[in-house]
């Protein structure tokens, strides 16, 4: 399971928007190296713990569940842009081709995922904020 804490910034019906600090693993990865991102993330989380603003809450998300949305989001437009390539080489012979039915594939494949965004965000891939803690903590 993983689990971050963070602060409470803004309360709405059964959720809640939490700003966590970004982790030193998040910030290896150099793709905010720029500057241009800042040091806080937000994310909206189911309340089960009645946390109002100002509250710092443990987030916490279930492995499979953090598993199924990488792939959602980063495999299976891969996998369409693949298919894509390999389809528009068989079909026009060139290069050219490739890239334009590649490009299509995978625009389509993330309009899909855009399109079923509520879904998504329907609560099974939510994560909850199960309990209120200290600021030390």
Do not use: H
């Not at 492995?63 to 369409?80: E, G, W």
């Not at 842009?81 to 590649?102: H, K, R, T």
């Amino acid at each position: 399971m993983l689990a971050e804490s963070g602060q409470v910034i803004e309360r709405k019906d059964s959720t809640i928007v939490v700003r966590l600090e970004r982790q030193e693993a998040c910030a290896k990865c150099r793709a905010c190296v720029a500057g241009l991102e800042s040091k806080d993330m937000f994310i909206e989380a189911e309340n089960l713990c009645d946390a109002d603003v100002g509250d710092w809450v443990n987030i916490t998300l279930e492995q499979s569940r953090f598993l199924k949305a990488v792939i959602i989001v980063y495999t299976l437009p891969l996998i369409a842009m693949l298919i894509g390539l390999f389809l528009g080489y068989y079909i026009f012979q060139n290069e050219v081709g490739a890239l334009i039915v590649g490009f299509a594939f995978i625009t389509t494949a993330f309009l899909t995922i855009k399109l079923n965004n509520k879904r998504f965000n329907s609560g099974k891939y939510r994560p909850i904020a199960e309990e209120k803690i200290k600021k030390d903590e």
